[in-house]
């Protein structure tokens, strides 16, 4: 495994012996770790585990495998809207082996601003007339302009399956005939790790796609993605993605973000990481690491409604 430390070290300009007063790791066992191009073989995952979390980092990013090659395969699933959805296989082959992770990838469009306003208004005459058929139902809604209007109005849409569905479908017709119909420009692209849990409620809709998706890629995996891949590496991915996928179906080279919702990380803990794109060059611009996994459920669960 080759290893990153004096490169972190370097960047964030710390010393051996600022690391050692951090971690309280003696100045030997930090200067031999430091001076390795590879990782030792008798370093203690202690060892390793007490610099990660003095200098805010994973330990895949400490690590580093010595080969990682990247295969992209695209499922689409849904387009013409704001959102362009699809599945992105992403087959990885390191020293390890090989093993596939799947996204839901989504990308954010938005359309200029005169244009967004005059979808706003066709907008607001649906919820309206829904807000009348849910009033002559019994469920009691304040005016369109009311600060607790869109909270009210979703609550007691969800009591009504049908005129939820119905309501959801018109409001994609209008924004698939918005975008559809007029220049947009790329957002943000947003891509989240599918559970198994996700793979199965998939599976019932999509079978087809599902027995597809299996037989072209690698073993499926739902957690080494997180814990194995590097920053630098999902720069290299999502560059990968822009060249592969994006440009080619939407024939865009604008400045965008991809946002990446990878899944749990080696300490348990979830991890986001953002990638900047400016004019072809990819660098991240956020990571954070959250104790507990939030998933992006509903964004699954608005998409299962449409398939």
Known sequence: MLNNLSKILAQKSVSITELSKITGLGRTTLS?????????????????????????????????????????????????????TGIIAINVKNEFGMYCSLFFITTNRILLSEVDAAMGREEDKLYTEYAERLKKIGEPLENLNSERFFSDFNKALEKHPEEEQQFMLKEEEIK??????????ID???????????????????????????????????DRIAKELTESELSKLSKSINTEIIQKRLDSTETHTFSWSLGIGVYGEYRNVSIFNRKGNYGSLRSSFTQTAVLG???FNRLMNYL
């Open 188 to 222: 943000k692209i947003e891509l989240n790790l599918i559970s198994s849990e996700d793979l199965k409620k998939f599976s019932n809709v999509k079978p087809d796609l599902y027995n597809s998706i299996l037989n072209e890629n690698s073993e499926i995996s739902f």
């Open 32 to 84: 031999t770790l430091n001076n390795s191009v590879e990782i030792p073989e008798k370093t203690k995952i202690g060892t390793l585990t007490a610099i990660c979390t003095a200098l805010n980092i994973s330990i895949n990013e400490l690590i580093a495998s010595k080969e990682q090659d990247f295969a992209l395969n695209w499922y689409p699933l849904i387009g013409e809207s704001e959102h362009d």
């Open 297 to 299: 459920t509903s964004m």
């Open 176 to 185: 698939n005939s918005f975008f559809s119909n007029n220049t947009t420009h």
